[in-house]
């Protein structure tokens, strides 16, 4: 659509002076997500994969968990008192036989792009229950593919290269391979936007893959990784605590401070291959 990028025009200091010059950036605009008409949440986000966010995130909710669940997404005409289409309203119908989301999980103001957590009644709200259990996911990883995931999802950031204002999800496969990225302003958008490429692709849960994201592992990236049936999230950054506790609890894999050859593992160690350990 067009909208992914913005240029605006910039006064551009540099050592010995200064111009003005157009700057591309990073696109950010607020997207609804309504469930059978009904209004849900709204979301800043990078406009692109609209559908894969919407039904990425209601993955990580606990309302789907096949794509049979869904029985269509659609834009909302009529956004605008013009009756004009925003593209910044999503209305998911769910397939009949599949319940609509808890009114607990409306929430009434938007959530940033840097907070998927936002409106959430309490922490337990968000230990939403996974449809599978990643405990016992037979992946194993050599170390040596692990480092190479960064670069990887960095040569697949498209928009990155124009704007430096993105961040990443990458899904890949235990020998390394790319099977689908995604950017957005939020790091939890783009990780739902993989989830929900999934999902509409019959693919879920994932078993034996790994989620790389570009920035730090927050508690709601685990959250989103164990409601996606994925056993391993590394990250470039640092986790958070809470992060750890529910990894280990999940029975998932997280490493973060991936960087050159070095990384942390934080819990599921045992993944690992190739790992002597002092």
Known sequence: MGRVTARRRVLRVREGGASYRPDTLAAEEPMEIRVGGRPLTVTMRTPGDDFDLAAGFLVSEGVVHAAGDVAGI????????????????????????????????????????????????????????????????????????????????????????????????????????????????????????????????????????????????????????????????????APSSLAVDLAAESGLTLVGFLRGTSMNVYCGDERLETVPVA
């Not at 936002?118 to 968000?126: F, N, P, Q, R």
Request: hydrophobic letters at 45%; glycine letters at 10%; charged letters at 20%.
């Open 74 to 237: 659609r834009y909302c005409a009529g956004a605008t008192s013009d009756g004009g289409n925003t593209y910044n309203v999503v209305d998911v119908v769910l397939a009949p036989g599949t319940a609509a989301p808890d009114a607990s999980l409306e929430r009434n103001f938007y959530t940033t792009s840097s907070c998927g957590l936002c409106g959430k009644a309490s922490l337990d709200a968000v230990r939403t229950t996974a449809a599978w259990s990643v405990a016992e996911d037979p992946l194993r990883i050599g170390t040596e593919v692990l480092t190479v995931l960064p670069d990887r999802l960095r040569a697949a950031q498209r928009v990155f290269d124009s704007t430096g204002g993105l961040h990443a999800a990458g899904l890949f496969s235990a020998e390394g391979e790319l099977l689908c990225l995604r950017e957005d302003v939020g790091r939890h958008n783009a990780v739902d936007k993989v989830v929900g490429h999934a999902l509409r692709s019959g693919l879920l849960p994932l078993r034996g893959t790994v989620l790389m994201v570009s920035g730090r592992a927050s508690f709601e990236l685990v959250q989103k990784a164990v409601m996606a049936g994925i056993p391993m999230l590394a990250a470039v950054s």
